[in-house]
């Protein structure tokens, strides 16, 4: 089955620099990689998502990166604010109601 | 996206007892998924919810302990039988949209087992 890693596990970032989360997939299957932020006591909140046949994916702060060659992708976030404070999941899912496999996480804080 | 609900909220419960938790979406959906996350850890997929057949379950979960109905299109429970004190958790329902292959999920019921 599908195996998604993350890291880092933690990460401390000054108000206004940029964060980057890795993740890496095993399954060449995987077309559909969604992430999602988790805000303390609160459910998980799709922010982004981007497909296999799309290489990069923007929506203001916020941009996800796909190398299918080497299995991996990235969420990055840019001009981070006190209010991105919170953990961070990548997934990976190979579409048709199949089941999305979840990373361990990231605790992001933004230092104001 | 849809909108979804869960009860209860949460619950404290005793060892030995059961509770069934009940996950409402206000549109028709093919699959619900149940998800299990503990305490500063990742989301651990329970089991699939496909109306009219069997749940699927992951690899060490059984039906005994979490058995999953699925009535119709836009409601599922899951119970959580015989517990103990190491299935405090929260569970959290999903549901896939079937626009595009995205997860949104329910609030999540937080389980205490004392």
């Known amino acids: 089955g599908e195996n998604v890693e993350q890291h880092p596990s933690t990460l401390s970032v000054q108000e206004g620099d940029s964060a980057v989360i890795k993740c890496t997939y095993s399954?060449?299957?995987?077309?559909?990689f969604p992430w999602y932020k988790q805000e303390l006591g609160k459910r998980p909140q799709l922010i982004i998502d981007?497909?296999?046949?799309?290489g990069e994916k923007k929506d203001q702060r916020i941009a996800v990166t796909l190398n299918k060659t080497a299995k991996h992708f990235s969420l990055h976030i840019t001009e981070t604010q006190p209010e991105d404070s919170a953990v961070y999941f990548c997934a990976a899912s190979s579409g048709g109601y199949q089941k999305v496999t979840f990373g361990i996480g990231t605790k992001l804080q933004v230092i104001p | 996206s849809a909108v979804i609900s869960q009860k209860p909220s949460r619950d404290i419960c005793q060892r030995g007892t059961s509770l069934t938790i009940q996950c409402q979406v206000d549109s028709q959906v093919t699959m619900m998924f149940w998800y299990r996350q503990q305490p500063g850890q990742s989301l651990t997929l329970i089991a699939t919810?496909?109306?009219?057949?069997?749940?699927?379950?992951e690899s060490g979960f059984v039906i005994d302990k979490f058995p999953i109905s699925r009535p119709n299109l836009t409601f599922s429970t899951l119970t959580v039988s015989n517990m103990s004190p190491e299935d405090s958790s929260i569970y959290l329902c999903s549901v896939d949209t079937s626009v595009a292959d995205t997860q949104y999920f329910g609030p999540g019921t937080r389980l205490t087992v004392l």
């Open positions: 919810a496909n109306q009219g057949s069997e749940a699927t379950y």
């Open positions: 399954d060449s299957a995987s077309n559909y």
């Open positions: 981007i497909r296999s046949n799309v």
